[in-house]
């Protein structure tokens, strides 16, 4: 560590209450995507010092940029998610929203919070070769498909990811670098560089028509029979997944019929279809259609499938030293044991809307521990805070550091070393080619 970096994780420390107080509150406070108003609001006072602040990207994204933009500058985004999961019974759940943060996403906020304590220190700032760009994202957790639907239909946004949002109307267009986190209650800290699904989204409707279901059952088209039909077709594909694109196709039964004695006549599903790389995921996604088609045929009810797009697979860095020298720097000053600095992480088979952000951009990784539980539980919960938002705050003030000092040397050697996948026209391209709705009309057997 140099002297500038031993001094900005004093200041750090010297600002440790006020951290985990704004910690503290974003985790009683939790929002759902596109409803972070309340956290983008701490968010935007907490950078109020900024040069320039822009709020309202993607409905509730703010971007604060720590010096006044400058052409040319390399640009490197500190990056943190406003949003919490729809789980009702944490003894934290927000009682407005119905939200709880199981997800951590308040220790990524309050790490930015964090950091910019450090940064915006004269002597720090005039050794940074570029800016740092503070970014609360809306929107990582894929819920609430209904609302999201709406406000695609409404004209509001187009993806239901925030990142890809931002992505579409241009707002990472000047971002250079970016350094993401994530909460793991199985580690203190480490790197996190590894690959991640993609997936597309299904909602699925069987249209039938309700009878008696003892005293007249011929008069009805049972909608979940067409559903079990469509079910059975599509586990019977599973076979032809192959192991090294990590298919997942899960979902459940949103509408299942209305009483034991009634056929259903309408019945809806909401599935994800997963895969570690694009074309697998496209496979997997025709053979799932063809699925529920047969269900449809064979019982002769009505069907649409709507396809989504959801998230692409995260792409993993070359070289991530960087993030380890980070890591090393602030964890040896603690006593802290579970510190992993392999480079490669082991794949997971779970989507992030990161990987549509790696897809464009070059992104490093940390996760943080300080929680007990496990992600998406209603176990979860904060119990370290200095290592959940202080640490944070230390490993991506460090990042930002390491990155532009000696005129951004480590920004662009990282940089220049990546090629992009798409541009953001492509990205929408592709995007926009995942959409898709197919109706079928239904097709009974007349009775008798
Ligand atoms: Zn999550
Ligand atoms: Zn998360």
């Given at each position: 560590m140099d002297l500038l970096e031993k001094k900005m994780l004093k200041i750090i420390d010297e600002?440790?209450?006020?951290?985990?107080?704004?910690?503290?509150?974003?985790?009683?406070?939790?929002?759902?995507?596109?409803?972070?108003?309340?956290?983008?609001?701490?968010?935007?006072?907490?950078?109020?010092?900024?040069?320039?602040?822009?709020?309202?990207?993607?409905?509730?994204?703010?971007?604060?940029?720590?010096?006044?933009?400058?052409?040319?500058?390399?640009?490197?985004?500190?990056?943190?998610e406003l949003d919490a999961l729809p789980i009702t019974n944490h003894r934290d759940t927000n009682p407005e929203t119905g939200a709880a943060h199981c997800c951590g996403h308040n220790s990524q906020i309050t790490g930015l919070v964090g950091a910019k304590f450090a940064l915006e220190d004269p002597e720090v700032q005039e050794a940074l070769g570029g800016n740092v760009v503070f970014f609360a994202v809306p929107a990582e957790?894929?819920?609430?498909?209904?609302?999201?639907?709406?406000?695609?239909?409404?004209?509001?946004?187009?993806?239901?990811g925030g990142k890809c949002e931002l992505i579409k109307i241009g707002a990472l267009d000047d971002i250079d670098v970016t350094v993401g986190h994530h909460t793991d209650p199985g580690c203190d800290a480490r790197i996190s560089n590894n690959v991640t699904n993609g997936f597309v989204n299904k909602t699925v409707l069987f249209k039938g028509k309700a009878s008696h279901a003892a005293g007249a059952p011929e008069y009805g088209v049972d909608a979940l029979a067409a559903r079990d039909v469509a079910v059975t077709a599509l586990n019977a594909q599973r076979e032809t997944f192959r192991d090294q694109d990590a298919v997942r196709v899960h979902g459940f039964v949103s509408r299942g019929g209305e009483a034991m004695n009634v056929i259903a006549d309408t019945v809806t599903m909401e599935y994800s279809v997963r895969a570690n790389n694009i074309p697998a995921y496209q496979n997997a996604s025709e053979k799932f259609d063809r699925s529920m088609r047969a269900g449809a045929v064979a019982l002769g009810t009505g069907c649409e499938i709507v396809t989504l797009p959801g998230y692409l697979p995260t792409i993993p860095l070359e070289n991530v030293d960087v993030m380890a020298e980070a890591i090393q720097d602030v964890m040896s000053c603690y006593d802290y044991k579970n510190v992993d600095l392999e480079r490669h992480t082991p794949a997971t088979t779970g989507s992030t809307d990161y990987g549509d952000l790696s897809s464009l951009i070059p992104l490093f990784q940390?996760?943080?521990?300080?929680?007990?539980?496990?992600?998406?539980?209603?176990?979860?919960?904060?119990?370290?805070?200095?290592?959940?938002?202080?640490?944070?705050?230390?490993?991506?003030?460090?990042?930002a550091y390491k990155l532009l000092k000696n005129n951004a040397e480590e920004a662009r050697k990282t940089k220049?070393?990546?090629?992009?996948?798409?541009?953001?026209?492509?990205?929408?391209?592709?995007?926009?080619?995942?959409?898709?709705?197919?109706?079928?009309?239904?097709?009974?057997?007349?009775?008798?």
């Open positions: 600002h440790r209450e006020e951290i985990i107080e704004f910690g503290r509150d974003i985790w009683k406070h939790a929002e759902l995507g596109y409803k972070e108003f309340r956290t983008a609001g701490k968010f935007k006072d907490a950078m109020a010092s900024n040069a320039e602040t822009v709020e309202g990207l993607a409905i509730t994204g703010v971007k604060s940029y720590l010096k006044p933009r400058k052409e040319g500058d390399i640009n490197v985004c500190l990056m943190g957790e894929f819920v609430e498909i209904e609302f999201k639907n709406q406000l695609i239909e409404d004209g509001k946004i187009s993806y239901g940390f996760k943080t521990g300080g929680y007990v539980g496990e992600l998406h539980n209603v176990n979860m919960d904060p119990v370290d805070e200095e290592l959940a938002y202080v640490v944070t705050a230390k490993i991506f003030a460090l990042m220049a070393s990546f090629t992009p996948l798409f541009t953001r026209e492509s990205y929408c391209e592709l995007m926009d080619s995942l959409r898709k709705k197919e109706v079928i009309e239904p097709n009974p057997v007349k009775p008798l």
